[in-house]
C-alpha cells in the first residue's frame, strides 16, 4: 500500500513535467526559426560592435563635423572670416 501511494505520487508529479518536455516551447514567430537565427546571429549588430543607432550616430558626427570644416574654410576662402585691415573696426580677437 505504502508502495502503491508512493508510484502514485511520482506519476502524478512526473507526467505534468514530462508532457511540458514533450510539448516544448513554440516558435511560431516572424524570425524565429532556426534558418533565420543561422542567418542573422547578430540581428541588432550593422557592425562587429556596433548597433545601427551607433553607426548613424558616427555619420552624424562625421557630417556634422565635415560641414563646420568646409563652413570655415569657405569663410576663410573669400575672406569673410576677419574685418578688412582697413576697416576702423577693432577686432575684439
Known amino acids: 500500500m505504502k508502495y502503491a501511494r508512493i508510484i502514485r505520487r511520482s506519476i502524478l508529479t512526473l507526467a505534468p513535467l514530462a508532457a511540458c518536455a514533450l510539448i516544448g516551447c513554440s516558435s511560431a514567430g516572424k524570425g524565429e526559426s532556426l534558418f533565420a537565427i ?5 540581428p541588432g549588430m550593422n557592425t562587429e560592435n556596433e548597433r545601427y543607432s551607433d553607426v548613424q550616430s558616427n555619420i552624424d558626427l562625421v557630417n556634422n563635423d565635415n ?7 569657405n569663410m576663410r576662402f573669400w575672406l569673410w572670416d576677419r574685418p578688412s585691415r582697413l576697416s576702423p573696426a577693432v577686432d575684439a580677437r
Not at 38 to 42: I, K, P, S
Not at 67 to 73: E, G, H
Open 38 to 42: 543561422r542567418n542573422n546571429l547578430t
Open 67 to 73: 560641414m563646420r570644416k568646409f563652413n570655415s574654410d
